[in-house]
């Protein structure tokens, strides 16, 4: 069994994995550097430039990467998948051991490097998928939709009635003491304390909430599914008035509902909505955007680059936790909490160009990025040519 290779990779997969790479860690420096999970952001930072950073990252970024990533995951599933059955090969054994694998990277990421991982959910959550590989395009779609708004339907409309009762940010003041210890024990203390501190959060955020998770990432995972099954990348060309018609509908629904917060109050009711609605819509239009511009010359030119990224998205993933982190905690150059909004949006638009090129530089001369490799070894049970053979 041999991983997919370079000439039946699509380009544009890669191109949007690699945009969402950025998105994701546009959001996740928030996070590196301050007890973010603890902390009200509309009152911990008050100086101007920090309000309209925030607000940028608020309106482009925040829920609507994790999302994409995610609508990009159950494509894979299903071209993965789709591989193994013209290979006459398991996909309960291979595609469950892939995940396994997944969960093992993401086991080390969330409790050595960082607690805001992502790949242990995705690992746990993609189980869920097997079930539906044969459910048709039909029912992967409509299964879709209810899982999204039923769930996330009844989640605003209680914050709707507690908003209403008069309830808003007040529970933060009994985060202060945790917001106090994050600082001290990020940016002063040793590395086994750090270590404990990032699974007290890394729990925190996951466990209790863990059936909030799969009503948001599943139905992302289907949605991907049913546009793999579709091949609506592929064959984008047959799939155009589809594609024009899904981008009108996810900015339509990414104005309504990924703003509302801006056009109206800002509170609990309108930032769930703005999250858990208006998310998924602003990542779907990110998806239709991105494969409909990638058929002009010019735009594909312009970005193109991100292919690199896309590649190597789990290599580039566990790099800028590994580098954020450095930089932040107190084993490494001590910045946690000490950084602006605005300086963290610079650092993660330099960070993320000097990954291009080390990614441009790392795929000339080897198949995979190493995290991807170690994946593909773990997941086919054999050892897998890295180096790219040169052709003389």
Not at 149 to 155: C, E, F, R, Y
Not at 354 to 373: C, M, N, T
Request: charged share 15%; aromatic share 18%.
């Amino acid at each position: 069994m041999q991983p997919i290779q370079e000439k039946e990779r699509i380009v544009t997969l890669d191109i949007i994995r690699g945009f969402a790479i950025f998105g994701i860690l546009l959001v996740n420096m928030l996070a590196f550097f301050s007890p973010f999970i603890y902390i009200n952001p509309n009152e911990y930072w008050t100086h101007q430039t920090d309000i309209w950073a925030l607000s940028f990252i608020d309106i482009f970024a925040q829920a609507s990467f994790y999302t994409l990533f995610s609508f990009l995951f159950g494509y894979g599933f299903i071209i993965f998948t789709t591989r193994l059955q013209e290979k006459g090969l398991s996909v309960g054994k291979y595609f469950s051991r892939r995940l396994f694998v997944l969960l093992i990277i993401g086991c080390i990421h969330a409790f050595l490097i960082w607690h805001g991982d992502i790949l242990i959910l995705y690992a746990l959550i993609g189980f869920l998928l097997i079930p539906f590989l044969k459910v048709s395009v039909k029912g992967l779609t409509w299964t879709a939709v209810l899982l999204l708004v039923i769930p996330n339907g009844l989640l605003a409309l209680s914050y709707y009635i507690a908003v209403k009762l008069g309830m808003g940010y007040e529970f933060f003041d009994e985060m202060k003491p945790m917001v106090e210890q994050s600082i001290e024990v990020y940016k002063n203390g040793s590395y086994l304390e750090i270590t404990a501190q990032r699974i007290h959060d890394w729990s925190f955020v996951n466990i209790s909430n863990f059936i909030f998770i799969i009503f948001t990432l599943l139905p992302m995972f289907l949605l991907g599914a049913a546009a793999a099954k579709i091949k609506l990348v592929e064959k984008a060309t047959e799939h155009l008035k589809l594609l024009k018609g899904l981008w009108v509908t996810t900015l339509i629904g990414t104005l309504v509902f990924k703003l509302l917060p801006y056009y109206t109050d800002k509170n609990l009711f309108t930032e769930v909505v703005q999250d858990f609605i208006g998310g998924p819509f602003h990542a779907i239009f990110y998806f239709t955007t991105i494969t409909l511009l990638v058929k002009m010359n010019v735009a594909y030119s312009l970005l193109a680059p991100l292919r690199y990224i896309g590649k190597m998205s789990l290599s580039n993933y566990l790099l800028q936790s590994v580098v954020c982190t450095f930089i932040a905690y107190g084993y490494g150059l001590g910045y946690y909490d000490d950084l602006s909004v605005s300086f963290r949006i610079f650092l993660a638009i330099i960070l993320f160009s000097v990954q291009i090129l080390l990614s441009k530089w790392w795929l000339s001369r080897f198949q995979y990025g190493p995290a991807e490799w170690i994946w593909r070894i773990g997941t086919y049970g054999t050892k897998q040519p890295i180096k790219k053979v040169m052709k003389g």
